[in-house]
């Protein structure tokens, strides 16, 4: 007989709300970068949920949180769950927290209809998803999936140069980096919740996307320097502008991702400071942050390479130096058949719409596919808003989320 959970959604719309509240900024503003007061309350509130439902809590040395239901046989691996609480500075309520909170209702809900899980289903809270303290994404999960080692981990500093070693133990987080990593099938399989954070799902009236490859993206860090002048003193023929030379490397980025054919190559610049940023000086240096993703790595590589050309190119025709560092290049990540079937299966039982589709941003799934297989699911969001205070997902939308994730995890786990 299929699993018939029941989801109270009323109680997971006021703990989302609640979680919402918690945060750096005023309403509606969410704001909680990792290892705030924010943060480490937001943790609290969560963890204290995690201990109403009876879960077993245990958290690691990094900060990542896995709360277990146990299941009949403690020597299976677990099917995991889960996603991450922090967010960037004016963010949302729903990105992250629904793959939080909607996994433990999924749970609780599992549990008020009475399954009994044969594998473990265990909640995972994944440490400083966004990127906001170090400057790179899904730090916990990194760790876990030995994607970032203990060394490199340690090198991290903010803005205002404190290192993360410091930072999480003051936030109360001991022992060593060394024991972050997992090893392959610690899980058995992990699913993550999460609203779409595009426009798809709501413009087409479907409830559900069953996400099958998550786009990764390469970062390259480039510095353009020329030579600085008063803006009225020196005349055209014999200047070398950081900044008109940086234009042309924004420029030919647009130009690289539009060339591959494909709607799933994206690039972006989304840092570009300028010294001395005067109005009356010509700009003597300029770095840009870049960002290019796709679902396929070999092409969106083919645009990493042709970026390292221009830069070399537009140097020498303009006589500036341009230096470039590749900050990460993660692999793309494609989601288990197995997990998707059982994903399209509950989406039947439960009568909803769902169509197949990749995700472009990344998310901490991607990097525990190095230690399990794994998959998503969607729920639309409305307008495709995300990492801002507009962001939302209605109770509808939500509650079709947690329900059929729900069920997949019964299959999973039964």
Known sequence: ???????????????????????????????????????MR???YVNGLCAEAKLQLKVDAVGNTFARWEGGNAELAPIGTGSHIDAIPNAGSYDGTVGVLGGLEAIRALQRAGFKPKRSIELVIFTAEEPTRFGIGCLGSRM??????????????????NGLDNLRRHAGFSGELETVAVRTGRFHQFLELHIEQGPLLEERGIDLGLVT??????????????????????????????????AELILALESLARSTGAVDTV?????????????????????????????????????????????????????????????????????????????????????????????????????????????????????????????????????????VLARTLARLAG
């Open 144 to 161: 876990m999936g030995s994607v970032l080692s203990p060394a490199a981990a340690r090198a991290l500093r903010d803005k205002e140069g």
């Open 42 to 44: 937001a943790r609290a």
């Open 213 to 246: 490859a998550i786009a990764a993206p390469a970062s390259l860090r480039i510095v353009v320097e020329g030579e600085g002048g008063h803006a009225g003193g020196k005349l055209m023929p014999g200047r070398k502008d950081a900044l008109a030379a940086a």
């Open 267 to 403: 690039g972006t610049v989304g840092i570009c400071e300028v010294f001395p940023g005067a109005v009356n000086s010509i700009p003597s240096k300029v770095r840009l942050e870049t960002d290019i993703r796709d679902t396929d790595g070999a092409r969106r590589d083919g645009v990493l390479e042709g970026l390292k050309l221009a830069c070399a190119e537009v140097a020498v025709r303009r006589g500036v130096t341009v230096t470039t560092e590749l900050v990460n290049a993660d692999p793309p990540t494609l989601c288990d058949v197995e997990i998707l079937a059982a994903l399209e299966a509950s989406a039947k039982e439960a009568d909803r719409t769902w169509q197949k589709m990749v995700a472009r941003a990344y998310h901490d799934s991607s990097f525990v596919a190095c230690i399990a297989p794994v998959a998503m699911l969607f729920i639309p969001c409305r307008g495709g808003v995300s990492h801002r205070p507009d962001e939302y997902a209605s109770r509808e939308w939500i509650g079709a989320g947690v329900d």
């Open 1 to 39: 007989m299929a699993i018939k959970p029941e989801v109270n959604i009323g109680l997971l719309a006021d703990q989302l709300a609640a979680l919402a509240l918690i945060s750096e900024a005023e309403p509606p503003q969410v704001t909680r970068v990792v290892f705030s007061d924010a943060d």
